[in-house]
């Protein structure tokens, strides 16, 4: 039995809908999914009804960009509440960063003649997330790039012309937020980060877990990650990281995680719930203590 935890969908900046995300992994034979997109969990209640037609366990998820020291890392957030009130106002707000960023690029564009529209770029993108991947298909459409590397490399990466700074809180932020809605913490593809050196300093801050197997690691890498996982404590995830069909082909099914793993990270988000609800239950007690 396998997993992929890690999983895009339209809700953010993935192609496929849940269905359709559901449907691309019934091949591979999946017993379990996550869906983690950046900064939302609106996909998490269709994808749950998907998995659920297709006899597949599902996990809610999320992705959150968090800084530490310069690093931009990205955050994994496993078995949350997805309708928890700080969660879903934090998500409101890089949100709302994001919809204000992507004017930002499409204005830097503009400034390079090339005439793209913002409202036209978020109406495609049509989800309250976008991202840089939606002004890169804007890019491809309208024949300034030919695929998605071309666009970034030319305008959206970091230092390139079109590029806008991106709000992000610290991980530790990140980590406390995820953990006050019932989920577990889990660094994502550690491999693209470079920053391997903080990695102990997270788990202070109670990081759950590392993604040690990811389209893009190595097998070298997850190697690497899984002895680190073990030296610290800390649960191993993996996922594929699919956003849809690249290049025709989706990434889902390359990256298979066993199922014991899916287990150890289901018994911790059942302690984090428990310590959640503690923390609620004294926080009510001491509201309601009479003075
Ligand atoms: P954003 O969240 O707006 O900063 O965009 C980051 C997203 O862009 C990542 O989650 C990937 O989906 C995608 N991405 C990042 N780098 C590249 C790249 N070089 N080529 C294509 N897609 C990329
Ligand atoms: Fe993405
Ligand atoms: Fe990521
Ligand atoms: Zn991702």
């Known amino acids: 039995m396998f997993a992929d935890l890690h999983l895009h969908t339209r809700f953010s900046d993935g192609l496929f809908t849940p269905e359709e995300l559901v449907a691309a992994a019934r091949p591979h034979g999946f017993a379990a ?34 800084e530490q020291d310069g690093h931009e890392l990205h955050i994994l957030g496993y078995g949350l509440d997805t ?46 997330a976008p991202g840089r991947p939606h002004v890169a298909r804007a890019l491809i ?41 019932g989920g ?15 990695i102990p300093s997270l788990v202070n801050a109670g990081l759950d877990g590392i993604e040690g197997f990811h389209t893009k690691h190595s097998t070298v890498m997850a190697e690497r990650y899984l002895e680190l996982a073990d030296r610290l404590g800390v649960l191993v995830t993996g996922g594929s990281d699919c956003h849809g069909p690249t290049r025709g082909k989706p990434l889902i099914g390359t990256v298979k995680l066993p199922y014991q793993r899916v287990e150890k990270l289901k018994a911790r988000v059942a302690e984090i719930r428990r310590s959640a609800e503690r923390a609620e239950a004294d926080q009510s007690s001491i509201a309601h203590r009479p003075s």
């Open 33 to 66: 999914l996550a869906l983690t997109d950046h900064d939302t969990v609106d996909g998490c209640a269709p994808m749950a009804r998907a998995c659920a037609a297709a006899c597949i366990e599902f996990m809610p998820g999320i992705e959150l960009t968090a």
């Open 83 to 128: 309708a928890n009130r700080q969660l879903l106002a934090e998500a409101a707000r890089f949100q709302a960063v994001r919809q204000k960023r992507v004017r930002e690029m499409v204005a830097r564009l503009n400034q390079l003649n090339i005439p793209l529209g913002a409202d036209a770029v978020l109406a495609q993108a049509n989800c309250r």
């Open 141 to 181: 459409a309208a024949g300034v790039c030919g695929d998605s590397d071309e666009a970034f490399e030319r305008f959206l990466k970091k230092g390139r012309p079109a590029w806008a700074p991106k709000f992000k809180m610290s991980a530790g932020e990140a980590i406390a937020l995820l953990h006050k809605a």
């Open 184 to 198: 577990a913490a889990v660094l994502a593809h550690p491999g693209l980060n470079r920053a391997d050196a903080l």
